[in-house]
């Protein structure tokens, strides 16, 4: 079976040091996948780690400050680096002969997307309305207040259409080899007269996952996320976990606006729509991957 496995940034750490260590129980259910003879595709988040690259160059007076596209890609060598050594070193105690690689992907989304016109995604740090000003007239970000904690850079997040190293990932995977893709959602590009150029934005991870699945054609996606599963009317006494849930109940759930837009509501999308596709979805938590991964536990959509 074909597997694309989506992390979560915020479930990687803080820093660099925590997230090493996370990764080391990370890996262990990944490797029983690998034992038991699946392709392993892995996707990660990278919202805390890429706003702290973006910051470091922009706080620095002795760098130039770099372009966000870059960021991203900075983030997926350093988040794949610790995953191939997390999960290298596992594979290697539990001797197995297998290789791992990192991909730096790019992601090709539609330059009319409506997203450009509406840029939601807060990315960075805080600043003061003074701050914010002059960061516009600046850098021309696009400023916009958050949750009455300040001031913070806006960026597009629009839907990725296609993945542009989808041959390479599928080669890979051919010959065995386990793979690391579509960190952060993958950097995005548009198609400038054939010639692919990078763009300011961030592509949702659980969307670029889904639409990773769907075009090297895996068996199952599982989104690992922090909760054990999909709850309707979640910290209320009616709550209810979703075990085994249809497509039409999940699309009426959506309809009836039981899942919150910042938070589940991506996720359910994107699962969703790989689930129509005639294959098998699931969100569960770190916790219970293993679990999940043998469909007894989180959310499964089919």
């Given amino acids: 079976m074909r597997i694309v496995v989506s992390l979560g940034g915020n479930a990687l750490g803080k820093n660099p040091i925590e997230q090493k260590q996370l990764l080391i129980q990370v890996a262990k259910p990944i490797v029983e996948l690998i034992k038991e003879g699946h392709e392993v595709v892995i996707a990660h988040g990278n919202g805390p780690q890429v706003g702290m690259i973006n910051l470091a160059f922009s706080e620095s007076n002795s760098t130039p400050n770099m372009p966000f596209p870059e960021c991203g890609a900075m983030s997926q060598g350093y988040i794949g680096y610790h995953m191939q050594n997390a999960i290298g070193n596992e594979l290697t105690a539990q001797n197995i002969d297998k290789t791992i690689a990192s991909i730096v992907t790019q992601v090709i989304v539609d330059e009319n997307d409506e997203a450009f016109q509406n840029p939601r995604k ?16 600046t850098m021309n970000y696009i400023m916009v207040e958050d949750s009455g ?23 890979l995977l051919k010959e065995g080899h386990i793979v690391i893709t579509v960190g952060g959602g993958g950097i995005p590009v548009i198609d400038n007269n054939g010639q692919l150029e990078g763009v300011a934005a961030v592509i949702d991870k659980d969307n670029a996952s889904a639409k990773l699945a769907e075009l090297i054609n895996a068996d199952m996606l599982v989104i690992l996320t922090a909760v054990d599963n999909v709850y309707i009317n979640f910290g209320k006494d009616n709550s209810e976990a979703l075990t085994n849930v249809s497509i039409e109940r999940i ?30 979805s699931v969100i569960a938590s770190l916790n219970n991957a293993k679990e999940a991964f043998k469909l007894e536990a989180g959310t499964i959509i089919k």
Avoid: C, Q, W
Avoid at 149 to 171: F, H, L, N, Q, T
């Fill in 122 to 137: 807060p990315i960075g740090s805080f600043y003061t309305l003074e701050e914010s000003k002059v960061l516009e007239e």
């Fill in 251 to 280: 699309e009426s759930l959506i309809k009836e606006n039981h899942f919150a837009p910042g938070s589940m509501l991506p996720k359910i999308n994107a699962t969703l729509k790989f689930a129509k596709t005639g294959k098998i």
């Fill in 149 to 171: 904690r300040g001031y913070r850079r806006v960026v597009p997040s629009p839907m990725p259409i296609d993945v542009k190293e989808k041959a390479v990932i599928a080669s």
